[in-house]
Each structure stands twice: as C-alpha cells, then as structure tokens.
Nanobody, 126 residues
Framework: EVQLVESGGGLVQTGGSLRLSCEAA????????IGWFRQAPGKEREGISC????????YYADSVKGRFTVSSDNAKNTVYLQMNSLKPEDTAVYYC???????????????????WGQGTQVTVSS
C-alpha cells in the first residue's frame, strides 16, 4: 500500500526554523518527483518545491527560495523540508506529494501528483 507519512510541524516564532519529514512507504520515491505544497485557510494550494529525483534538481517557489531547502535520504526513503527564517505568512498546512515520473524540469501543478500526505500544521507567530 502506498503511503506518505509526514512529521515535524508545530508552532514557532518569527525567524525560527522547522524541519518537516516525509517518509514514503509502498514505493521508492526515486521513481517519482517529490513536491511540497502548502495551503492557508481560504487560499489555493500553493506549490513550494519540486524535487526531480532523476537528476537531483530542485525547483523552488519565489516565496521560499533562499529560506527553504529540500533534501533526501535514499536509504530511509525520506525527503525533508528545512524551513528557516520563518514568517507569519508561512503559516499553513504543509503537504508532501509524489508525482509519477522522476524527471521534472519545473514545478508541477497539484493535479499531476498521484499520492499525498495528510498534511502537517505549521504556525508562525509574530
């Protein structure tokens, strides 16, 4: 059975850091592009990043570039989202997702993702 299990959300102060984890079960994430998304109340789901596992390239949204970093641990079938210099505007539910096809050349939209984690809440206070 395919499953993505997320952890690491929580409450932090402005300027703080969090590290989110996404562990894949039932498939190897190296066969998929791995995305991170977030959704604030009343807003559309926003793409944060896309990891092209075929070549190791990562694409970031302008809103997080320079502050957020994606990494992976192949042995653990896990991807991470390191979030630094957090702002109140980063408050949202964060999701990881897997999109079939390991080679990505740009961010992929939500409708191209096949599997989703259940989401984890990130709250940044001022």
């Amino acid at each position: 059975e395919v499953q993505l299990v997320e952890s690491g959300g929580g409450l932090v102060q402005t300027g703080g850091s969090l590290r989110l984890s996404c562990e894949a079960a039932g498939f190897f994430f190296e066969d998929y592009a791995i995305g991170w998304f977030r959704q604030a109340p009343g807003k559309e789901r926003e793409g944060i990043s896309c990891l092209s596992t075929s070549d190791g390239n990562t694409y970031y949204a302008d809103s997080v570039k320079g502050r957020f970093t994606v990494s992976s641990d192949n042995a653990k079938n896990t991807v991470y989202l390191q979030m630094n210099s957090l702002k109140p505007e980063d408050t949202a539910v964060y999701y990881c997702a897997a999109s079939w096809g390991p080679l990505a050349t740009r961010m992929r939209p939500p409708n191209q993702y096949d599997y989703w984690g259940q989401g984890t809440q990130v709250t940044v206070s001022s």
